[in-house]
């Protein structure tokens, strides 16, 4: 018998990847899912078991699960957070944590009261490759940290999927912001950003990438290139259709007696056929022998060992709350076109 049993809020993409690498675990089970698109729920439980509502508070009344994994719209997280954590449950909670720091102290405080863990998903703190950096980093092995360079570009096929609802600062670019912050946990004092506006402008109404710039109290720099306007064909194979797409991803660190650097453009595998060249996602969460492997599947186990042995996450509410203080001023650099000063 599993010893953890969980259920879903939200049951779109990210809903499912976590829900699958969940109940692959041995000690897990799923028992639930709720979505306002009662189809969606009910193909998740159709998958991974339990059983499927529209009205994630009827789910929490019935089923009461022990964990909750919470993967609503950016937007749609504080109520969810409230209701999971006035019911006890322990939470895994999608990035970003809120669209407003007001939501992300609100979520920060029940969870507090309530005496239930809450872990961010930031998933690149899973993945070996941007984990070495930071070990690197802390071991002091390239002196002091000056500056830091990430880059995150997705295709337009992503800004499409999400219809315009989120800028790419908001939806990719807090990966990179939170690598930083982890890489170098000292005050940030003020961030400039700048966008770009092209064809994904034109169709959706987001700014197609953005440049952001985050100065910190002891005067390193972070700087973040991110955005979606990738062509559709970076992505578009048919075959091999075990193969997923992701995108053009670089993490470049520098210090005062050495540097440090990723480049997962391609991760490790291409290929080439009548359809062009490919480059597959080998890292986040590819399936191996039908099962989730890779960064995905480690964030998840680490929450859920977390909750088996009462032990506080590696990215907690606060960590959130910090990377989404740098977006927000990214965001509001970019709508006023100056520097924003922190702390808002």
């Not at 360079?149 to 800004?159: F, G, Q």
């Not at 600062?169 to 961030?191: A, E, F, M, N």
Request: contains cysteine; aromatic residues 10%.
């Amino acid at each position: 018998m599993k010893d953890i049993t969980f259920a879903v809020i939200g049951s779109g993409f990210m809903g499912n990847v976590l829900a699958k690498a969940a109940n692959e675990l041995p000690y897990a089970r799923c028992i639930g899912a709720a979505d306002v698109d009662a189809a969606r729920a009910q193909n998740l439980t159709n998958t991974y078991g339990g059983y499927a509502y529209q009205d994630f508070h009827k789910m929490l009344d019935k089923e009461n699960p022990q964990a909750v994994i919470i993967a609503t719209p950016e937007h749609d997280h504080l109520e969810p957070v409230i209701a999971a954590a006035e019911h006890g449950a322990q939470i895994f909670l999608e990035k970003p944590m809120a669209t407003s720091l007001k939501d992300a102290d609100e979520i920060n405080r029940v969870c507090k009261e309530a005496g239930v863990k809450l872990m961010i998903g930031y998933i690149l703190r899973f993945e070996i490759s941007y984990a070495m950096i930071q070990s690197a980093v802390a071991e002091g092995s390239i002196g002091k940290f000056l500056s830091a360079y990430a880059r995150r570009m997705a295709t337009i096929s992503e800004a499409r999927r999400l219809g315009g609802r989120v800028s790419p600062l908001t939806y990719i670019g807090v990966h990179d912001i939170d690598q930083i912050l982890w890489y170098h946990p000292v005050p940030v004092t003020s961030v400039y950003a700048k966008a770009i506006k092209g064809h994904v402008w034109e169709e959706l109404g987001t700014f197609d990438s953005a440049w952001l710039m985050m100065e910190f109290e002891d005067g390193a720099l972070g700087i973040h290139e991110v955005g979606w306007c990738l062509p559709e064909e970076w992505a578009k194979w048919q075959s091999p259709a075990s193969w997923s797409g992701f995108g053009d991803v670089r993490m470049n660190v520098t210090g005062t007696h050495g540097n440090l650097y990723l480049d997962f453009t391609p991760m490790n595998l291409y290929g080439v056929n009548q359809e062009g060249w490919k480059m597959p996602d080998t890292r986040h969460w590819p399936n191996l022998h039908n099962k989730t492997i890779g960064s995905a599947k480690l964030e998840v186990e680490h929450f859920f060992e977390c909750v088996l042995n009462d032990k506080t996450p590696l990215v907690t509410g606060e960590d959130g709350r910090r990377s989404l203080e740098v977006m927000l001023a990214a965001e509001q650099s970019i709508a006023e076109g100056k520097k924003i000063n922190l702390p808002l």
